[in-house]
């Protein structure tokens, strides 16, 4: 337990450890320990901004969404507006049809009587004629009577 | 295992003294002498000045590797343990030392790893390398460096000097006289009280010598003697038989704690003075 020059063998290992330490060991360490520092602070900063963002894009997104989403209402109410105005516009042009070939059908049948109506007057004036002419055979010739005749006919 | 340190004739005496007795090499008579150096101030304790240099060697090591590789990106596991430990002892530093310079974070450093694996020699079985020694011919080995006076002293020297070298190169010469002399009793600078003035001034100075001589006494001596005893216990455990096994066990679970709070105190301790010496009181 004597002091001897151990002491001094000591003091002299511990400076040159610690110069070593101080020149090689010390500073690259803290270096790298510092630059992952800033270098995590930095990460940490831009995740915070690409949240920032996304929520941003989020938003904006529903917007986008829900305007489509109105505009799709719009649409589909004026689709529907559409299809119940064509149908209406149908159902009158049926109508209106109808009543047409109603009143084009009407008109034949009129004319169809009309035309039976002349013939049958015809007819019915020439059996006048002849049953005239069986009566006024004796008596009377057909062609001096024929101007009374056609008179009659048309009065019929 | 008493029995087994080698001599027929052996007591549990000896068995202490063999394993307290540094591997010495001192110059007697104009020859190199081994182990017949007592009292001898210019002598060597070899075993001492091995352990520590090649711990110190470990330390370096270690560290300069990490050092080396140290980038800022992704760190090994190597990398990062060598990391947290540089980071705890940087942020001791700061919360004491608040100067610039560049010395005393990486002095601190040394100070703390160097000293623990120094202590922590105190772990190894006493007997297995000195009974290693005895094998390839070397008659002591005293494997902790910190239960060694001479190696305790030698760094809190090596301190002193430090504390010695900032006081001056942050308060001049003449600061560092009047640290040692105007303080604690200011002595009087007119009047009748002029005459008194040497006696305070010699009275600062004895009062503040001593306290400047204790530091590096006190930081020494606290190591020594908490290794020290330490290492004793563990000497006195192994001559217990088979029943040294759960009492070694229990006593180096105790030592850890011992080994890393010594470790750290003087290198606490060390700052502290070192921060001491660069401000004003």
Redo the contacts between chains.
Sequence with gaps: ???????????I???V??W???K???P??????E??QT?IADGLAAAERGQQSLDKAQAESEDIVGDARKQATTILDQAHARASEIVAEGKTDGAKERERQVAAAVADVEQETNRAREELRGQVSAIAVASAEKILRREIDATTHEDILSKLAAEL | MAAESGHETLTSGDYIAHHLHNLQVCRADGEWVWNHCAGNPMALNVDSMFFSVLLGVVFIWIFGRAAKKASAGTPGKMQAFVEIVVDFIDSSVKDTYHGKSKLIAPLALTIFVWVFFMNLMDLIPVDWLPEVGLMIGIPYLKVVPTTDVNITFGMSIAVFFLVIFYTVKSKGVLGFVKELTLHPIAPPTKGAGLIAAPFIIAFNFILETVALLAKPLSLSLRLFGNMFAGELIFILIAMLGIWQLPLHFAWAVFHVLIVTLQAFIFMMLTVVYLTLAQEEH
């Design positions: 337990m004597d002091i001897n020059m151990t002491l001094l063998g000591q003091s290992a511990m400076l450890f610690v070593f330490c101080m090689f060991i010390w690259p360490i803290m270096n790298a320990i630059e992952r270098q």
